[in-house]
């Protein structure tokens, strides 16, 4: 398997525009998670899936930010309009449950660097 | 709601020396812990991961972690860094969603 596939791996925006980050989770894995990255923050949970329904959206910082997952190999995070403070490295990441699902590590993608302008 | 902290956000030892990244948990239910390595421009990768079955736990490139409940601690060693080994450290706890810590940084001098 190629892994957790983000798009695109760089993304510069001007404020006020939609953002699309999409991702591809590992195949079998009913898990995913968007992250977001900055230095002032660290790592933030955003929202995760089971199964194609969020379950814990409760790390969306704004009514601007929604995140889809259509079927079970495809999920994305929309940003409209984009604000400079956005800028930030986005990671998506799988995992499927051995058990319980706690115990099992989370497979992650390369990122998205995006940088609103 | 469970929370880890990281303490240090950069810890600098010389080539060879011991590795010592400290992470102190809090859950309100028995934790599963995990240990993840970032390199520059790169995703999270498994470094290892506690989940009961025992509390001295073995990961990859001679890492290990001890989980020591009385102390809520779940801090990684190495006892011999490598240049290699520089990078960005997370400690994260997961109950039902996986939080990380802040990250530390690792720099290793020659």
């Known amino acids: 398997d190629a892994g957790v596939i983000q798009s695109p791996r760089h993304e510069v925006t001007e404020m006020g525009q939609e953002v699309t980050l999409r991702c591809k989770p590992i195949s079998g894995h009913d898990y995913l998670f968007w992250y977001r990255q900055t230095m002032m923050r660290g790592l933030e949970l955003l929202i995760y899936f089971n199964n194609n329904v969020p379950i814990d959206d409760s790390g969306m910082p704004e009514d601007r930010f929604s995140a889809k997952m259509p079927n079970a190999s495809f999920s994305t995070l929309k940003i409209q309009p984009s604000e400079p403070r956005d800028s930030a490295v986005y990671f998506c990441?799988?995992?499927?449950?051995?058990?319980?699902?706690?115990?099992?590590?989370?497979?992650f993608g390369q990122g998205t660097r995006l940088t609103v302008v | 709601a469970q929370s880890v902290t990281q303490l240090g956000s950069h810890v600098s030892v010389s080539e060879g020396a011991l590795v010592l990244l400290r992470c102190n948990y809090s859950?309100?239910?028995?934790?599963?812990l995990f240990w993840y390595v970032q390199y520059p421009n790169q995703g999270l990768q498994l470094l290892l991961k506690y989940t009961s079955a025992a509390t001295l736990v073995k990961g990859i490139n001679g890492f290990e972690a001890e989980f020591k409940k009385s102390e809520t601690s779940f801090h990684l060693t190495k006892p011999s860094a490598h240049m290699s080994d520089a990078a960005e450290y997370f400690c994260a706890v997961s109950t039902g969603k996986l939080i990380f810590g802040q990250g530390t940084t690792l720099q290793v001098k020659p």
């Open positions: 990441a799988s995992s499927f449950p051995a058990g319980q699902w706690a115990n099992t590590e989370a497979f």
């Open positions: 859950s309100s239910v028995p934790p599963y």
